[in-house]
């Protein structure tokens, strides 16, 4: 069932083109036309005249509201349906980065943005809710103060000192940062900057970052470019390499890796029986053979020879695994 959405700003809207024609209109035919009470036209009509400074009078004699100057215009923030659809297709967006400290603010930010809006808007009030729905990557549990400290250390150029414990580790290890950028990626967030103990640029998850402290300052190099360091590399890995990636995909599969565009330079070479080869270039193999193993029998790595080794490496243990 759709409805009317008359928003307070949309009333005010109405009260001020209504108040333009100069036919002195009262409280009580300005709430019937927008169908609300007497009371909340009474209290609009004070809002834009003590809040707003809108020249608001009554004249006694015509029993009506007037304007005593041509002057005022409200600020303006008109919206079509679809740009209302627009912008609830964008809070289910930003949903998706409920990990950060700001998803609460965008939430109250979006909320009352709604109640700002110039036009009525008729619309479903279930269409996104039953029509579009947004799927994210598991998102990482980061606390409040990791975010705290990351943030507070990027803004003020302090190098961050934290712990850090890598994947199938033991024990901690104590890493020194110059955070240039926090970069969201598939559910998770990366501090990526300078690490001055290797003299290289280098990529770590919050969700593993713990025991924060800060010393002398930095300054981000003019330039840096993110993209220089992550573009083609697979996911958020670095390594000081660039492999050209050869994947054999059967018909089963190859519809879809047709569809989108996976690597660096991506070419799609056609094989007997409507398989694929894609053929890109990536700074990492890291991701890349958990990717090529999510394909099971399907994918087939034919180069490089590092990325054949690693996928093996892992089959042979799955192997042991479910013998």
Not at 20 to 47: C, F, M, N, W
């Amino acid at each position: 069932m759709k409805y009317k959405l008359k928003t307070q700003y949309y009333r005010w809207l109405n009260i001020h083109d209504t108040l333009k024609q100069k036919h002195y209109p009262s409280a009580g035919s300005i709430a019937q036309s927008l169908e609300v009470s007497v009371k909340t036209i009474r209290r609009d009509i004070e809002y834009l005249r003590d809040m707003l400074n809108a020249p608001i009078e009554y004249d006694p004699h015509r029993k009506g509201f007037f304007y005593t100057s041509d002057d005022f215009e409200p600020g303006k923030m008109r919206l079509t349906g679809k740009e209302y659809l627009a912008m609830l297709l964008f809070s289910k967006v930003f949903s998706q980065y409920r990990n950060t400290p700001w998803y609460e603010n965008l939430a109250a930010l979006y909320s009352r943005m709604k109640d700002f809006l110039a036009d009525e808007v008729e619309i479903d009030p279930d269409l996104l809710d039953t029509t579009v729905l947004i799927y994210g990557s598991p998102i990482t549990n980061i606390s409040a103060s990791t975010w705290e400290e990351v943030m507070k250390a990027l803004r003020a150029k302090n190098t961050l000192h934290f712990k850090y414990r890598k994947p199938g580790k033991n024990e901690d290890e104590a890493i020194s940062l110059h955070v240039y950028r926090v970069v969201g990626y598939r559910g998770d967030w990366y501090c990526v900057g300078y690490c001055p103990a290797r003299k290289v640029i280098r990529i770590y998850s919050m969700a593993r970052m713990k025991k924060f402290s800060q010393s002398d300052s930095y300054r981000i190099p003019k330039r840096f470019r993110l993209e220089d360091h992550i573009q083609g590399s697979f996911g958020m890995f670095l390594e000081d390499h660039d492999y050209k990636v050869h994947i054999e995909f059967d018909r089963t599969i190859a519809p879809f890796i047709k569809e989108r565009v996976w690597g660096r330079g991506q070419k799609l070479v056609p094989l007997k029986n409507n398989g694929v080869k894609l053929i890109f270039s990536a700074s990492s193999l890291v991701e890349l053979s958990a990717w090529v193993l999510s394909w099971g029998g399907h994918a087939k790595v034919t180069s490089p020879k590092e990325l054949i080794a690693r996928v093996a490496e892992e089959i042979k243990k799955l192997g042991k695994m479910y013998r």
